[in-house]
T-cell receptor, first 113, second 115 residues
Framework: DQQVKQNSPSLSVQEGRISILNCDYTNSMFDYFLWYKKYPAEGPTFLISISSIKDKNEDGRFTVFLNKSAKHLSLHIVPSQPGDSAVYFC????????????FGKGTRLSVIA | DTEVTQTPKHLVMGMTNKKSLKCEQHMGHRAMYWYKQKAKKPPELMFVYSYEKLSINESVPSRFSPECPNSSLLNLHLHALQPEDSALYLCASSQTFRDRGGGYTFGSGTRLTVV
């Protein structure tokens, strides 16, 4: 049973527009969420994170929103650039219970020039 | 040095072979991880080492044997693998097992093919 779900396997967006990647989770013990970006032939790289005590975290063009009641988070990229084309993984962890990161399946973002 | 280095990048092995995957980091991280990723699937945790001690083994078959010789190195010894074990094997590290700050630093992975 997947605890972290990314239901859109792929997304295409025009350069300069907003990219919105979604993630849902089922484990109510999760209290820390991260987004990773992965290029082909490379390992995932950390992008941005959010703690459950917040509902928004912003870093440059990247903003993550957390809706705890809906167990949903989203990553907004504005404006999208061709270099953002990659697979984006949502990940979650629970401080209690020694739970390491649990990943979603990923969403492949293609930013079209 | 802010990298996790994995060798080899690619490995093809027969079902009767014995091989090892290596992972190295010099960031002073005290937690190291092995993940397995198959195509169109999320990375799945295999093992966690915390301060060179095995903390978590996610019910991984004994044909996979991890080893942490020191705080900078993590090995994964492979023996009598099956074709379904073909996957990308990712190593990661973090300051400590409970480090929440920037998440994990991943290596580029070893693409393993079992024939």
């Amino acid at each position: 049973d997947q605890q972290v779900k990314q239901n859109s396997p792929s997304l295409s967006v025009q350069e300069g527009r907003i990219s919105i990647l979604n993630c849902d989770y089922t484990n109510s013990m999760f209290d820390y969420f991260l987004w990773y970006k992965k290029y082909p032939a490379e390992g995932p790289t950390f992008l941005i994170s959010i703690s459950s005590i917040k509902d928004k975290n912003e870093d440059g063009r990247f903003t993550v929103f957390l809706n705890k009641s809906a167990k949903h988070l989203s990553l907004h990229i504005v404006p999208s650039q061709p270099g953002d084309s990659a697979v984006y993984f949502c990940a979650a962890s629970a401080y209690s219970g020694n739970t390491p990161l649990v990943f979603g399946k990923g969403t492949r973002l293609s930013v079209i020039a | 040095d802010t990298e996790v280095t994995q060798t080899p990048k690619h490995l093809v092995m027969g079902m009767t072979n014995k091989k090892s995957l290596k992972c190295e980091q010099h960031m002073g991280h005290r937690a190291m991880y092995w993940y397995k990723q198959k195509a169109k699937k999320p990375p799945e945790l295999m093992f966690v080492y915390s301060y060179e001690k095995l903390s978590i083994n996610e019910s991984v078959p004994s044909r996979f044997s991890p080893e942490c010789p020191n705080s900078s190195l993590l090995n994964l010894h492979l023996h009598a693998l099956q074709p379904e074990d073909s996957a990308l094997y990712l190593c990661a590290s973090s300051q400590t097992f409970r480090d929440r700050g920037g998440g994990y630093t991943f290596g580029s992975g070893t693409r393993l093919t079992v024939v």
